[in-house]
């Protein structure tokens, strides 16, 4: 099938699409645009009439200052194209709300898809981030760090949490790149650790939602240690995760953690993960419910 991208540049917008790529031939095309500019809507159109896709994809931006989406017109000229899907990574964001609405009313989209796997009036489908699940296979490298995280820090209430867990070396943080190759070390680092700390805050830090990388940990076979206000337990059981309500939970948790349990646990999200949320899946979930597909 056939697939084209029009989205924003930062690499977790690859990482999605690289899972559309890890089962479908051929490669998706990526038209990008940069949100801080402008956006030339004619070459959006002409890029997607030249390719004739079976589908296009729409990953956007939204919130930052001086940011620019494509206006409905443009939309609605590429919707009529070919199936027009919108994937939503912060659909539980106020900002969003906004946008949202106007796609609905000015039928920009045959489904508007959010993938934070939280539950949202506006969107006709949740579900969550797909993986890029090939990465994840072969022989695992050795698990050497007890407990890590790869992301940002923020400046808010992540930052309270992590900065003492990484200071007194209860946490190991690598900074995930935000463009570039780095996919693939995240992946590497995440296959070391034997448990995951997630922060569930979205980027305005004011919601809760499921990260990707709670998939990324399932893949992986790492165990998961999660705010206990987050969505997940909505998509995998309760019983397979470690939950903190604060930094006191943290520490106590990674002071008396027993890897041999944390190790089952880990092994029992990656069986989970590969029964209920392959790309396939993820994917074909989006085809299977959009108004219009041929």
Known sequence: MKALFITTEPNDVTNVIEAWNCWNDPPAVRVTFDFFKPINGN?????AKN???????????????NCFSPDTITLKKIRSIAPFIHI????????????????????????????????????????LAPVVTSFYKGENPKRDIICGLSGNMGCG????????LIKEGLVKFRERDVTGEGYIEHVTFIRRCEMLINTSFSGSENFHHVKQRVSEAAFAGCALLENEAAPT????????????KGLSDVRDIL??????????????LRTYANIHYTPQQIYGEMLDK?????
């Open 43 to 47: 070459r959006l159109i002409r890029k």
């Open 51 to 65: 390719y004739s896709p079976n589908v296009i994809f729409y990953i956007g931006a939204c919130g930052a200052p």
């Open 88 to 127: 939503c990574f912060d659909a539980v964001v106020v900002e969003w709300h906004k946008l949202l609405t106007l796609y609905d009313h000015n039928d920009c989209f045959d489904l508007q898809v959010s993938i934070d796997g939280c539950s949202a009036k506006l969107v006709d489908l949740v579900t």
């Open 157 to 164: 209430p992540r930052w309270y949490l992590l900065e003492p």
């Open 233 to 244: 337990k909505n998509w995998y059981p309760k019983e397979l995760l470690y939950t903190y």
């Open 255 to 268: 002071s008396n953690l027993d890897l041999l349990e944390a190790r089952e646990k880990g092994e029992a």
């Open 290 to 294: 959009s108004r219009r597909f041929e």
